[in-house]
């Protein structure tokens, strides 16, 4: 079988792949993860504001959609924010600090959409060190409605080609207000270099590609029993699936075609990127992780009200031996003498692209 580039969307590096492979509507229709997706039009149908705020809590952005948390919300006022060390990423994030800043979207997130119901949410965060609960969310009447929460249903991790539009100069100064944003010519050039070397480290490293694809669901029925980690869906990837070419084994087999055209399509995907988005701490608290998150999810929010997309590109900021060249490099590009490099990502135009699965909030509950 031969594959088109174009239909054939990567499968390594965490969330949706979409499928635009030629089907019939009705093959589309029935080969859509409905269920998986359930949770995006339930946000907001709460009458408990916190509930209210958890819905769209869980709608927030977070490594490898792992949605590593859990809440209790036993004490009235109050939501305790776990993380579920169930969801853990041993491989690429070893120290959790990509899982607690995941963490930190979902806060944000929850603060948000608190406000939405005149309540002033704020948090505690490890409030009893490291084991214990990431937040206490405390609701109390007030709050400031923020502009940003009408960008939630339409936010995404956007892992796309970006068109060559560059982004202005007043999309830039507004953007600077939420992330160091790198256009230069130079610089652009190097975090492709950066990226791309990054991520083929990752993907030729056994122990970090099987940590991938031991999270990849093939097709519906995988999708909707576990609505979370990389979701391969649609009726182009399921005919493929069917065909054998997309599976488990070809995934981890460098030498299969599967494989090899998604390395193809990574490579065309992190080069058609016109900027760059990174955050930095100067320390690398649980708490700086926390803000990261935070300040993360407001830059996404803000690049979709302003009609662009926004990309993790995490692979050159994870901390394992074979990553380090990578990871020396990043912080060489990106931070300051004694900075952590929290997030990097592309940013520019690119296509719509379908919501991802989360799991009902009701399962998060403790
Ligand atoms: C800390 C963090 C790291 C991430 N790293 C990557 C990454 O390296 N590659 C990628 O494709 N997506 C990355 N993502 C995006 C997630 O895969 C995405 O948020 C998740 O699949 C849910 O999709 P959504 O953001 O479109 O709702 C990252 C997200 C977070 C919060």
Redesign the pocket.
């Known amino acids: 079988m031969t594959l088109s580039r174009r239909k054939f969307i990567s499968l390594i590096?965490?969330?949706?792949v979409l499928a635009a492979g030629a089907a019939s509507a009705a093959f589309l229709t029935t080969r859509t993860p409905h269920d998986a997706r359930a949770p995006w039009s339930q946000a907001g149908t709460y009458e408990d504001p916190r509930k209210f705020a958890l819905s769209y809590a869980i709608?927030a952005?977070?490594?490898?959609?792992r949605q590593p948390w859990l809440v209790d919300l036993r004490t009235s006022d109050q939501v305790t924010v776990w993380r579920d060390t169930e969801r853990d990423l041993p491989q690429t994030d070893p120290f959790h600090r990509?899982l607690v800043?995941?963490l930190g979207?979902f806060l944000e997130q929850m603060r948000i959409a608190g406000a939405e119901r005149d309540m002033d949410v704020t948090f505690d965060y490890f409030p009893q060190g490291e084991d214990g609960p990431a937040a206490i969310a405390h609701f109390a009447p007030g709050g400031t409605k923020d502009p940003l929460f009408a960008a939630m249903p339409d936010?995404?991790?956007c892992?796309e080609p970006f068109t060559e539009q560059t982004l202005s100069d007043s999309d830039v100064a507004t953007l600077q207000d939420y992330a160091i944003i790198r256009t230069s010519d130079t610089d652009v050039a190097d975090l492709k270099s950066l990226t791309w070397d990054a991520w083929l480290a990752e993907t030729n490293y056994h122990p970090t590609m099987k940590e991938s694809v031991d999270l990849m669901r093939f097709g519906k029925a995988e999708i909707n029993a576990n609505p979370d980690g990389i979701d391969l869906g649609g009726p182009f990837l399921e005919s493929l699936m069917l065909a054998g070419v997309v599976s488990r084994e070809a995934q981890l087999d460098p030498k299969s075609r599967g494989f090899q055209e998604g390395v193809r399509i990574y490579e065309e995907m992190l080069h058609a990127t016109p900027a760059y988005a990174a955050l930095t701490s100067m320390g690398n608290t649980r708490a700086d992780q926390l803000d990261a998150?935070r300040a993360?999810v407001r830059l996404n929010l803000k690049t979709t009200q302003m009609g662009l997309a926004l990309?993790?590109?995490?692979?050159a900021l994870q901390e394992y031996e074979q990553m380090a060249p990578h990871y020396l490099t990043a912080h060489e590009l990106l931070a300051k003498p004694g900075e952590t490099v929290q997030?990097l990502g592309r940013v520019g135009y690119g296509p719509t692209i379908p919501?991802?699965p989360r799991w009902p909030l009701e399962t998060r509950i403790i």
Do not use: E, Y
């Open positions: 590096g965490g969330g949706t709608l952005p977070n490594a490898h959609n990509q800043i995941s979207c936010r995404r991790s892992k998150g993360w990309h993790p590109v995490s692979q997030m919501k991802t």
